[in-house]
């Protein structure tokens, strides 16, 4: 089992930055693909990015590439996601999501394990 716990939401204007932490505790957060996910107030929940276990490759979503960087610290048992120039449309609760295959990390009935998630709120 794999708990996750996520941190660093707020409020934050548009064009303002934040970065969202998620703590890994249980198995080592090392074996597992690690990715991000955000939904929306009436929106499915949808794939931000993930990041291998060894950090070697990452993947972004297009509405955030350029924009949001995943990166992880596997002596911490952390993953972080640093959103810059943010967007009144990045509003969402944001997840972070653990699984043993970084191929299938785009999807969301894939992830074996799920935060409780941390909201963004982006003013205009």
């Known amino acids: 089992q794999v708990q996750l716990v996520e941190s660093g939401g707020g409020l934050v204007q548009a064009g303002g930055s934040l970065r969202l932490s998620c703590v890994a505790s249980?198995?080592?957060?090392?074996?597992?693909?690690m990715a991000w996910f955000r939904q929306a107030p009436g929106k499915e929940r949808e794939f931000v990015g993930k990041?291998?276990?060894?950090?070697?490759?990452?993947y972004y979503a297009s509405p955030v590439k350029g924009r949001f960087t995943i990166s992880r610290d596997n002596a911490k048992n952390t993953v972080y996601l640093q959103m810059d120039s943010l967007k009144p449309e990045d509003t969402a609760v944001y997840y972070c999501?653990?699984?043993?295959?970084?191929?299938?990390?785009?999807?969301?009935?894939?992830?074996?394990?799920w935060g409780k998630g941390t909201l963004v709120t982006v003013s205009s």
């Open positions: 249980g198995r080592t957060v090392s074996s597992y693909a």
């Open positions: 990041i291998s276990e060894s950090s070697s490759i990452t």
């Open positions: 999501a653990a699984s043993p295959n970084y191929g299938g990390m785009n999807y969301p009935e894939l992830v074996h394990y």
